[in-house]
């Protein structure tokens, strides 16, 4: 803050568009970029919720309800934003998704939604914010996970999806380097936000797998944590955005992670587990968590 009362510093002024807005971790990092003297563009699916933070946020943001999987409302909230705020400086891609059950037991259709949106909305958000980034050499976060580096049944979707995203942004940022956008890849493990709590409180057995992994793949992190290191990364302009820190040594890890040694222990768990996975998937009778709108129909 400078001594007029006016936010001084890396974000001061800079527009930054954030899909997955409206809760969990895009609604924290919005929080806490806005507080940094940031511009926001929210972008997401629930109205109220984002109208209520931009209202919250102040003069000087934005919101647009759009689903990342549909190219032309990305475009219409690019659009918005470049009319609103005058450009983009930063875009955190954010939304995101967790299917319920497995290859053998769910709702196929939830599996493909699980991909379409982790993974094909980070390639329409992507497509649709790259001209605007261009023209102010401006930063892309791209939100993968720890997920992309070990394989956890029950997740499947889940793990291609942020494998994918990961590997989208290791060939993205050497597309657009020359262009002047730098790239990064973010890797939270687990986040207490909606999505984790209500996958574990829909699947105790998953709940109970989780508590066996090793630290700190078995590590909750509060969504203020996951945020200040977004916020940290835009400012940055990090390459690789690990939350928690120690998420790095996983990630240098993950050959034995799907190595024949990884299988055969992680499939000791497993052949106990995925059954009652998949009873209680069966039982809970829908493919995502409650307050996902991403999954609805």
């Known amino acids: 803050m400078s001594i007029d009362g006016r936010v001084s510093g890396r974000l001061a002024g800079k527009v930054v568009l954030v899909t997955g807005a409206a809760r969990g971790i895009g609604e924290h990092t919005a929080r806490l970029a806005a507080a940094r003297g940031a511009r926001l563009s929210l972008v997401g699916l629930e109205p109220d919720r984002l109208a209520a933070l931009a209202a919250e946020l102040g003069p000087g943001h934005a919101w647009f309800a759009a689903d990342v999987t549909d190219q032309d409302a990305l475009a219409a909230a690019v659009g918005g934003t470049l009319a609103a705020l ?25 599996l493909v939604r699980t991909v379409e949106v982790n993974l094909i909305g980070v390639m329409r958000t992507a497509a649709a914010t790259v001209p605007a980034l261009v023209d102010r050499g ?27 995203v990961e590997q989208f942004g290791n060939a993205v940022r050497l597309e657009l380097a020359h262009r ?32 066996k992994l090793p630290w700190p793949l078995r590590r909750t992190t509060t969504v203020a944590e996951c945020a200040e290191a977004f916020v940290r990364a835009i400012e940055r302009r990090s390459r690789r955005v690990y939350v928690p820190r120690a998420v790095a040594g996983v ?11 990884a299988d055969r222990l992680v499939g000791r768990t497993a052949r106990a587990t995925v059954p009652l996975i998949e009873e209680q998937s069966r039982a809970l009778g829908r493919g995502f968590g409650a307050s996902t709108p991403q999954g609805r129909p």
């Open 86 to 110: 005058g450009g983009i400086d930063a875009v955190v891609a954010n939304a995101g998704v967790a299917n319920r059950g497995t290859i053998a037991v769910g709702d196929v259709e939830a």
């Open 138 to 164: 401006g930063y892309l976060l791209i939100v993968s996970s720890a997920a992309a580096f070990a394989a956890l049944p029950g997740m499947a979707a889940y793990c291609a999806s942020k494998a994918g």
């Open 180 to 211: 002047g956008v730098a790239v990064g890849t973010a890797h939270p493990s687990w986040v207490d936000t909606d999505l984790v709590r209500e996958a574990r409180a829909d699947l105790p057995a998953f709940e109970a797998a989780l508590a």
């Open 251 to 261: 990630q240098a890890m993950r050959s034995v992670l799907v190595s024949p040694l």
